[in-house]
């Protein structure tokens, strides 16, 4: 069993790795936000249907779920999708997938200003502290130079992060207990709807460039990192819990620097790498309780393999 949750956790990282590479290969054909708003028009449908085959509950009913799904539909898919599918036009798949590591550490965060039963302590401070430096190490701009194109992208994909987060916290104090697979199908539907808008609002061109490359790159998203993602997604939450399945943010970023160098000729950086360990520290230092107790949980299962 735990070599199937092993085998899972790895395809779940490379499938979330990688849309980072397909999101950036794909932006040559596509404007950014309708780019964005068309990959989940076909998620949101897919998933649609796995919520309504899998639970009793496939559409929202009360008001607090319609809730749920407003705030999951305007920030973990909308915001998040939008800022990140911009910011992605200056930077690289693999600095793109580094900052949006930083989302669990940031999500502690505003659980610890925004839930009464959290709290942030000084070594959390630090953790926060570290993450950040992480992103400034990562973008790295001239002191006469700090709003360069590059470093521009990155703070959009920073505010995808943060979006992400709040997002996530704000699902949480909701907690209209409706089932995750129907909660995220019809966050897909409103996320896509409100891409739309956002993508009109902006004068996006319309125009998209139907080639192979673009077909793939959007055929990957839908089918590989949405719904077979979301899918993987939703059986480990459930073995794993919570804690260890956020660690696949920070495997994600290996996938993408694998796939960004073999696709599209993406060379890391020292300072892709370095802002990478920082984060991961700063994610280490928030969660030092919890990691500390599933490694003790995992104490007796390593004792059993020698």
């Known amino acids: 069993m735990r070599l199937r949750n092993a085998l899972l956790f790895l395809a779940l990282a490379g499938a979330w790795g990688s849309a980072f590479t397909a999101i950036k290969a794909g932006l040559d054909f596509f404007p950014p936000v309708l780019f964005a708003a068309l990959r989940y028009d076909l998620a949101g449908l897919l998933v649609l249907g796995y919520a309504a085959y899998v639970t009793d509950r496939w559409r929202p009913r009360e008001r607090a779920e319609w809730l749920s799904v407003a705030v999951g539909g305007a ?34 965060g505003f659980a610890r200003a925004l839930l009464p039963d959290e709290r942030l302590t000084g070594l959390g401070l630090l953790g926060l ?97 949405s719904a077979l993602g979301f899918l993987v997604y939703f059986d480990l939450l459930e073995r794993l819990g919570p804690i260890e399945i956020n660690l696949v943010s920070y495997a994600a970023p290996v ?10 000729g993406e060379q890391p950086t020292v300072n892709t790498a370095t802002g990478f360990v920082l ?28």
């Open 255 to 264: 996938a993408a620097v694998l796939t960004g160098l073999v696709a599209l």
């Open 129 to 225: 502290g570290l993450g950040f430096a992480g992103v400034a190490v990562l973008s790295a701009p001239a002191p006469g130079d700090l709003l360069n194109a590059r470093s521009v992208s990155l703070a959009l994909v920073l505010l995808a992060a943060a979006s992400f987060a709040l997002g996530s916290v704000l699902t949480r104090r909701v907690d209209a207990g409706l089932p995750v697979e129907t909660t995220e199908a019809w966050s897909m539907v409103l996320g896509a709807a409100l891409l739309h808008a956002v993508s009109l609002s902006i004068g996006e061109p319309p125009v998209v460039q139907w080639t192979v490359e673009a077909v793939l790159a959007l055929g990957y998203l839908v089918v590989v990192a």
């Open 279 to 306: 984060i991961l520290l700063g994610f280490a230092l928030l969660k030092r309780r919890q990691l500390r107790e599933e490694l003790g949980r995992l104490g007796p299962v390593c004792e059993a393999w020698k």
């Open 75 to 108: 920030l973990l898919i909308a915001a998040y999708h939008a800022f990140l599918f911009v910011g992605e036009q200056g930077t690289t798949s693999a600095a793109a997938a580094v900052v949006v590591s930083l989302s669990p550490a940031l999500t502690t």
